[in-house]
């Protein structure tokens, strides 16, 4: 007999991403030559977790108190302001004079992604989500009594399936009259593919013509990876931008993670910033996601939020970090060209790919393969009918030599 209520007798994680990492990090532990390529944070050159220095700066001119008092449930001003400021950079003050904007502090873009499934979706209302996706999206998706519904990432030519997800989207506005959508971008998690300019454009024109007889239409942009797009700061902002034009009944929810863009991974602070022409979108989303918020972790960390906002403000110690920023996001490009180079000489191929920390091969017998790739301690994570190589958590060497070691075990027989 189970003591567990109904629901709960099904959960189970199922990600393999924590197992097969956790297994990984041992078998590295007890021999250095392992390749680790499962982690989803960035190391350094000489295999250490890659920190700023700047971020360290910060945290050691903050007072006990801005580290250790409680904080209030949405996060202080100057918290909002410095997330603000840093999302919307040049265009701060038109999306002030032109949009509503509502920000929640929540631990990591985890939080906030489980806040918007929380409050936007009726019981058992479907959300649409890719075909290749951050897996957690559907864990998310069962622990706030929704489901999913899957569009296709990809057309025949590699670009993003803007017809698979029109024709969702409409079936999806027929059956429940609104539509939840999560678009990872750029980075995506995990094949690295990043939307073009020309792509962002038409499905933001798409979300405005299904919501022209006031359909709600939620879109949440999880940016967790917005600040490793090769194109670089100035370039992603220009995407959110856009948002400007939604209409009313329209509502953007970016889920930013402090864990990818100040490598704070284990300290647990994220945000969702809603943006809205329409003033009561942002005050009901600031009075239920409080509630959640209070519901499900009370607050969010003091000591996160001081920290981001004393290194988004300070001007010298924001200097200093984009700098930082900028050395990262070449670490991962170089990589990542090291990696695609060797793969086109050995004829691996990879999905679509522009940036970011994960490359993803599509590969039939994944499990297969994995377990190959353990006999010669190199670890990776498969994930279906896919292998996901995290570039970010390995070397430059060791991104020239993975190719053709899983080209190899790819083609081996029994
Ligand atoms: C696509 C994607 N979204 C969101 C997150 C959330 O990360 P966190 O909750 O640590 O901010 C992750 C973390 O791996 C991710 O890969």
Redesign the pocket.
């Known amino acids: 007999m189970s003591l567990l209520a109904k629901r709960s007798m099904i959960k189970e994680d199922k990600s393999n991403i924590i197992t097969l990492g956790a297994i990984a990090k041992e078998k590295k532990k007890q021999d250095p030559t392992v390749i680790n390529a499962t982690i989803?944070m960035l190391y350094d050159e000489s295999g250490k977790l890659f920190t700023f220095r700047s971020v360290d700066r910060a945290l050691n001119e903050l007072t006990p108190d801005q580290k250790y008092a409680y904080a209030s449930t949405p996060g202080g001003v100057e918290f909002h302001e410095a997330i603000k400021h840093w999302i919307f950079r040049e265009y701060y003050d038109e999306f002030e004079k032109n949009t509503f904007v509502g920000v929640m502090a929540t631990?990591?873009?985890?939080?906030?992604?489980s806040n918007t499934f929380g409050n936007y979706l009726n019981e058992n209302d479907v959300v649409l989500l890719p075909s290749y996706?951050?897996g957690?999206y559907k864990q998310f998706a069962y622990e706030n009594y929704a489901q999913y519904v899957i569009y296709e990432l990809f057309d025949e030519n590699g670009n993003f399936n803007l017809e698979d997800l029109y024709s969702k989207m409409e079936k999806v506005k027929q059956q429940q009259n609104r539509i939840v959508l999560v678009i990872?971008d750029p980075c995506?998690?995990p094949t690295g593919y990043t939307m073009k300019d020309w792509e962002w454009e038409k499905l933001l024109d798409k979300i405005n013509e299904l919501s022209m007889d006031q359909t709600p239409i939620i879109l949440l942009h999880?940016m967790?990876?917005i600040d490793y797009d090769y194109r670089g700061l100035e370039s992603t902002r220009k995407n959110i931008r856009r948002y400007q034009k939604m209409n009313d009944s329209v509502l953007v929810v970016l889920?930013f993670?402090?864990?990818?863009t100040l490598a704070l991974?284990g300290l647990?602070v994220?945000a969702q910033i809603a943006i809205s022409r329409n003033k009561n979108n942002i005050e009901e989303f600031n009075r239920a996601n409080k509630f959640s918020s209070r519901a499900k972790w009370s607050n969010t960390t003091n000591l996160g939020m001081n920290l981001v906002t004393k290194v988004l403000t300070d001007s010298v110690l924001r200097k200093e970090f984009e700098e930082e920023l900028e050395f990262s996001r070449n670490t991962l490009i170089q990589r990542a060209d090291m990696f695609l180079s060797k793969a086109k000489e050995v004829g691996l191929k990879t999905l679509p790919f522009e940036c970011g920390?994960f490359i993803t091969i599509p590969c039939e017998n994944a499990e297969e393969v994995y377990k190959r790739l353990v006999e010669k301690k190199i670890h990776i994570i498969p994930m279906g009918n896919v292998l996901r190589v995290t570039i970010a958590s390995i070397t430059l060497k060791e991104c020239e030599v993975l190719p053709k070691y899983i080209k190899e075990c790819m083609e081996m027989k029994g």
Do not use: E, L, T
């Open positions: 989803g631990p990591g873009g985890s939080g906030a992604i996706m951050w957690n990872n995506q998690n999880d967790a990876y889920a993670s402090g864990s990818k991974y647990r994220g920390f």
